[in-house]
């Protein structure tokens, strides 16, 4: 029968974790089949690497644990008289990255749906071999590892660009990581909801008592609940990763926001913290690092302050930051990356639609910051913008001071991507003189058929109920001072922040930063 190694997760050119990381590692676990009963034993350049005896069905797991490194080591199997081997094989980190389409958005359009900035660059440093020493394996437990440099590039080409650009930034901006090789898992499909990413055990622990979940609420995607999980998560169970990278939500907005769906208001909250202790549980690695994206600016809709309140984008974006309940995980915002999609602006628009914005790299920067102040707890990086820590009501209750940490030395109002793509557009209805325009202390009419505060991220909530307009914003070091707008009788009961599809202006700190979108009662 077969020896070797797990064949579709073990194979020539991959990265093992090291065991040397900040964050803990234990060193690489790893498995494979041969007779029962037998002993395997692993060399590694030649040298005892460990031992160990098959069970009764065959299997056998051993650990490595052997510092990063960018020499490329041979691991020899062998029991009996037989043997396998495995060449080319770098100790570092490993990375899963999974989702939907925005993680299955590559690098170059030319290879697929995407195209993000900055491409062409991108995968002539590939070809180069400037970062030879990251390695990729795109659809899951394929057992097909490549150098970036393979094809000069090709492979990079059509790669995940926030996976790829993520290791890349965490090469550039987190100290220590500039020669640890990285091996990065690509397992993400378009235009699939969240169900069909997890196991069936993690999708019952949500459900109430009698309720199930029937196959035509699995959304968007052909497949069904878990199958996408069983085909491209559990083969690769129980490897050792450094961390997981995820970006979806997009199609599962609408259920979201259903109320004819099971337990709707924490729908998506309950499943993703299910979906991440899981994954835990199944690589065995309890206190993973977990970075997700919090989904990008898309549509615009009725920005009108009774209906964002309600509107489902910004309910799921707070949904998804439930998961920050639990330790080791990250939240990279692309709230203010927004690319439109619908207009001919200049430069021009993601040719995919403003769902699939193209500035990854910056996504990227973001989750390499977050790794690092979170993942290795280097307390020195800023990863996240302003947070909010109090609120304080004036005595007439018609302002509002709200007190934040994390600012790096001042708060800014700023244009998102959206107010800059349109500068200069010769779509007279859309037409802004700049971004000053777009994003200021006091409403304005921004754009035809907006209402005035459209540029004003927050929104006032009354004590008779009612939802209030912001009539000025003033910023300082750490404080934002909001005052009602009119002559409107209630005092502010509660602040929202950030509650738009697509704002047109967001909270910064020094870094530039965006807030994460909040509701606060005072």
Known sequence: GFFGPEPCVFADHMVLRSADSADGSSGALIWGFSAPGSRVGVLVDGSAGGTAVTDRSGRWELSLKINASQVPRTLVFRTGSQSSSITDV???DVWLCSGQSNMDFVVDAHHGAG??????????????????????????????????????GSVVAGFSAVCYLSAVEMKKQVAGLTERPMGLIQASVGGTVIEEWMSTAALEACLLPNQSIPHEDCAAGSQKNS???????????????????????????PQNFDPSKPNFE????????????????????????YGFVSLAAYGHGDASPTSRSTDPLPVMRIDQSAVLSLPNTAAVLALDLGDDGKTPVTPPSSRHGGIHPRNKTEVARRMALSYARVGLGLEEVVSEGPVLESMERSADGRSVELSFRNTG????????????????????AMRLDGPEECCSESPRLLVEGMPADAGVPFELESTDGTTQLVGQVVVSHDRALLTMAGNHSGMIRAVRYGYQSYPYCVLRNAQMLPAMPFFSIG
């Open 90 to 92: 770098l100790f570092g």
């Open 115 to 152: 195209g993000c900035f900055a491409a062409n660059q991108t995968v002539q440093d590939a070809a180069a071999g400037k970062y030879n020493d990251i390695r990729l394996m795109h659809g899951g437990a394929t057992g097909l590892w490549f150098n970036a440099s393979y094809q000069g």
């Open 409 to 428: 030395g001042g708060l800014s109002l700023s244009p998102t991507a959206q107010c800059d793509t349109h500068a200069g557009t010769d779509v007279p």
């Open 266 to 289: 924490h729908y998506y909250s309950c499943m993703f913290k299910s979906k991440v202790e899981s994954w835990r549980r199944n690589f065995r690695s309890p206190n993973m690092f």
């Open 227 to 253: 199958d996408l999980y069983y085909s491209f998560i559990d083969p690769l169970t129980p490897l050792s990763l450094t961390g997981a990278l995820w970006y979806q939500g997009e199609s599962n907005v």
